[in-house]
């Protein structure tokens, strides 16, 4: 029998499982996860072209036959935690002109809206130790339009609609095949494989699957890197098993089980090397090279090796299935064991472990689901954290090594060592990271890991924390303290949202770690001290930040130098300082009840914000006729122009706001009385929270950049559904520039900002995302907290219209709930049995299949919510399983 800890415990095993682990350490039960990328082509990283031009220099033609030197992908792929092994599905339908091995898609300069994955996979279960892992895929019958989706959208302009593969009509009438991969550990080091392949189609179809194993290809790039081996092992009955061996690793087991029909599957190995004569016309390195496999099972070439060993293998599966029928295969890695020489079991104990593993996976989210949840709610918080579970990956880029290029390697070209990222020598990234979507943005992103590990934490507190403190570790962080961005660009500013996330995280983990608190501190310092350094060029507490993560929702791009010499000055950037200065306060009243020295530096953060309130109100963001926030323009003259332009960055000043219970501050007295002098002395830099500051038994303190009269006016905005209030959350744009776009001209250029509800229309970073309005789940949580906090200090007196105009009075903690509703409502099934995230199509509705395979979009249809952009953005779009885990409820006066 397996080693399978706690399978009939009355306790909750997965949370003993993520218990068992030291303080810092990853943990054994947490060795081997879904760490595989859905893409590794295309990437930063892979790019050692002249141009930086990463979609062209390695494209999806040459991944089944290139080497990748930082990573791999595959399909449902698992790992160990350094990648040095994986395993993965392979799948061909005896039509397709290449085996299935890799998530097809158009690269960025392919699609009309930019880069866009053509497949449909689901992330549908996973526990934080990967102990349970469950994933599905849709893959069609008929040949894949590979050709007819690159043209039909290159044809089509950036006003058309992106060309899907449903749009092909290759599943019509059902003929595809329904695949559920599951994952479930008997073990750290034993992991039950199972395959459920269901044909839906209307005949009879076969299917070749080929689940594979590799080894990562370290020794072409590094000297005295000792090569693994799989080898095949002698077959038992019909069950084939092959033998991995790696220095660090040790020996591995693949059983693999026999077909439904009885039958041994047959081993083929290859290795995980370059084909040169295909890809450059060179001299093969080997004659079983990485599409060796492909090239024996889609066109009977001699191109696996005889002798039945490699650094790449795959057991060959021939199904055949009836309509509606469902075949099964079963594989199991394990560690070999050097005192037995049984094989792996396939059978009651593999039954048991899977059985176990599943049961185990509803007790751990039992917790987290409200006992009044609906089945569709449970199911879609369910698999919103599943999809975070599955986005973490192995993610390996050490720039300095990039950009001089590797010892066996030729040199790269001159202009890429001046090139991308080239200001980044000291970032050397060897980790497991949560990214935004394993397909379309498969490296780390620096505001988005925010928000990945505040939904984390609700599963895998350590892991959130250990991956907030990477973020801030000498080899990520700049020398100068900037944090690093993303990979297409470290240098670029995503907005500074990690003090935020570090004290949600420590709210999440029961508020007692407060050596993570302060060591993230610490580092947060320096970080504050760039943004003020480097991100206020006057020295007048305005900011000009850069783009912020919000892509093209100006005029113009908000990263590039602007024409003459001149600045743009940002309520966004200057929202998010003062928000990044409340955070920094609050972490320090924590550390200062436990450290008074921690007072001094509270009492810097609270001055630091009452500049940063103050020069955001008088300074000219605030437009006093419009009642709304605006970027300026400052002019090289000393001139300004107000951008009129009413969109997200006009609402974010209301996030910079925190209600200070009477608790963490009123056993501080030397921070009161600074702080008490400060207002009294000062009183025209705190006139937005003056009157809110007084101790208060009742009800917290509030300190916030919008005072009452202007909170209305922006209020009153936001809650117009004719501008920012759309049916399902807050869109990015008011709707008002759908009939009035906003006009800039300046040195001689026009530049227009329009309504765009869903894809973008203009080519601004690539195309790929839009902010010009689309509905985008991380402002609206951010707005939805900013509510809770104002609600909490202002209570149920403080009323606005809900909607504007409509007559109907609210206090802001129903706003906050109306706002959840509202963007919970875009993944339930509505009364015509859609989930408007899904769109029109007609197969979401009528087939089960595909109606409760949920996606994560990256952002939504301003009007109609319609899923749009990245289709596994679960990142923060998993935001919606903390909405549905809370369950709205206001009662009483708001009181904490």
């Known amino acids: 029998m397996s080693d399978a800890p706690g399978r009939d415990s009355p306790l909750d095993p997965e949370r003993v499982r993520l218990g068992e682990r030291e303080p810092g350490r990853l943990g054994r039960w947490r060795r081997i996860g879904p760490y595989v990328a859905e893409r590794a082509w295309g990437t930063v990283r892979e790019d050692y072209s002249r141009d930086g031009c990463a979609w062209e220099y390695f ?28 395993f993965a ?21 392919e699609g009309n809206h930019g880069e866009d994955a053509k497949e449909y996979w689901w992330y549908a279960d996973g526990t934080p130790t990967a102990s349970w892992l469950r994933w599905s895929y849709h893959y069609a019958q008929a040949e894949y339009p590979y050709t007819r989706l690159v043209e039909e959208s290159r044809r089509r302009g950036r006003d058309d609609r992106e060309f899907e593969l449903l749009d092909t009509g290759i599943f019509d009438d059902g003929r595809y095949w329904q695949l559920e991969v599951s994952y479930a550990k008997a073990a750290p080091d034993d992991v039950c494989v199972r395959l459920r392949a269901r044909n839906a189609g209307p005949e009879p179809a076969r299917l070749h699957v ?50 439904p029909r009885g039958e041994a599957p047959d081993l083929l190995f290859c290795e995980n090397e370059s084909n040169f004569p295909r890809l450059f016309g060179a001299a093969p390195a080997t004659p079983y090279p990485k599409d060796g496999i492909h090239d024996h099972v889609v066109h009977g070439m001699p191109s696996v090796n005889p002798l039945r060993r490699g650094t790449k293998a795959a057991a060959w599966y021939r199904l055949e299935a009836a309509p509606g029928e469902t075949v099964e295969i079963r594989l199991r890695l394990c560690q070999a064991r050097s005192d037995s020489g049984a094989l792996p079991d396939l059978g009651a104990d593999f039954e048991q472990v899977v059985s176990a593993r599943a049961r185990e996976a509803d007790l751990f989210y039992a917790p987290l689901t409200p006992d009044d949840a609906s089945a569709d709610e449970a199911a879609v918080l369910r698999q919103a954290f599943a999809g975070m579970v599955w986005s973490q990956q192995f993610y390996h880029y050490d720039v300095e090594r990039w950009l001089a290029g590797d010892p066996l390697q030729p040199p790269p070209p001159a202009s890429h060592r001046e090139g991308r990222n080239s200001g980044w020598g000291h970032l050397d990234n060897r980790d497991l990271l949560a990214v935004p979507d394993k397909w379309e943005y498969p490296w780390y992103a620096a505001w988005d890991l925010a928000f990945h590990c505040v939904i984390l934490a609700h599963l895998d507190p350590a892991a959130a924390k250990h991956q907030l403190r990477l973020l801030c570790r000498e080899w990520y962080m700049h020398p100068n303290g900037q944090l690093p961005a993303y990979e297409w660009a ?20 029961g508020s007692r770690d407060f050596d993570f608190l302060a060591r993230i501190f610490h580092k947060l310092l320096l970080n504050f001290t760039w943004w003020v350094n480097r991100k206020d060029a006057a020295g007048e507490n305005v900011f000009e930040g850069g783009f912020l993560g919000l892509d093209n929702i100006g005029p113009f791009d908000r990263s590039s130098a602007l024409p003459g010499g001149a600045r743009l000055e940002q309520s966004d950037g200057t929202a998010w300082m003062a928000m990044y200065c409340l955070n920094m306060l609050e972490i320090a009243l924590r550390l200062a009840h436990h450290d008074r020295s921690y007072e001094d530096v509270a009492v810097k953060f609270a001055e630091h914000f009452a500049y940063i309130a103050s020069a955001a109100n008088t300074k000219g963001l605030w437009d006093e006729a419009d009642g709304f926030y605006y970027d300026v323009l400052r002019l090289p003259d000393g001139s300004t122009r107000t951008l009129r332009a009413r969109s997200m960055v006009g609402l974010m000043p209301i996030v910079a706001s925190l209600a200070l219970p009477r608790s963490l501050w009123d056993k501080l007295p030397d921070f009161v009385a600074r702080v008490g002098w400060f207002i009294t002395h000062r009183s025209e830099l705190v006139s937005a929270w003056e009157h809110r500051i007084e101790p208060s038994r009742d009800r917290p303190s509030l300190i916030t950049l919008v005072d009452e009269p202007r909170l209305r006016r922006v209020l009153q905005a936001m809650l117009d559904e004719e501008e920012f209030l759309s049916p399902y959350g ?64 202002l209570g149920d007196g403080f009323r606005v219209e809900l909607p504007s105009g409509s007559g109907h009075e609210v206090h802001l903690g129903e706003v906050a709930c109306e706002l959840e509703r509202r963007l919970v409502r875009l993944f339930l099934l509505d009364a015509n049995g859609r989930r408007p995230f899904q769109g029109g199509h007609e197969i979401f509705r009528r087939d089960p299949a595909w109606r409760d395979q949920l996606f994560f979009p990256e952002y939504f249809h301003g009007d109609t919510g319609e899923g749009l952009g990245a289709s596994h953005q679960t990142g923060w779009t998993a935001l919606v399983a903390l909405l549905i885990g809370r369950r709205c409820a206001v009662v009483g006066d708001g009181h904490d």
Not at 89 to 109: H, S, V
């Open 210 to 259: 080929l689940p594979t194993l590799w080894f990562r290809n370290t020794w072409s790039w590094e000297p005295d890197q000792p090569r693994p081996a799989l080898q095949a092992l002698p077959e038992a009955g019909a069950t084939a098993c092959l033998l991995a061996e790696e220095r660090r690793l040790g020996r591995w087991l693949l059983a693999a089980g026999p077909g």
């Open 59 to 86: 494209p999806h033609d040459h991944a089944r036959s290139r080497a990748y030197r930082w990573s791999e992908d595959g399909l449902a792929g698992i790992c160990d935690h350094e990648q040095r092994m994986c």
């Open 490 to 509: 470290f240098g670029d500013v995503n907005p500074p949202v990690h003090a935020w996330a570090a004290l949600a995280v420590f709210e999440i983990d």
């Open 730 to 793: 807050l869109r990015s744009l008011s709707r008002r520039h759908r009939d009035r776009p906003f006009v800039l001209e300046l040195d001689g250029s026009e530049t227009r900002l329009d309504y765009e509800p869903a894809e973008s229309r203009c080519g601004l970073f690539g195309g790929n995302s839009n902010w010009r309005g689309p509905i985008w789940f991380p402002l609206n949580y951010h707005v939805i907290e900013s509510l809770r906090r104002l609600h909490a200090a």
């Open 89 to 109: 599905f392979a799948f061909w339908n005896e039509r397709d002109p290449i085996l299935k091995e890799r998530i097809f898609g158009l690269t960025g300069n």
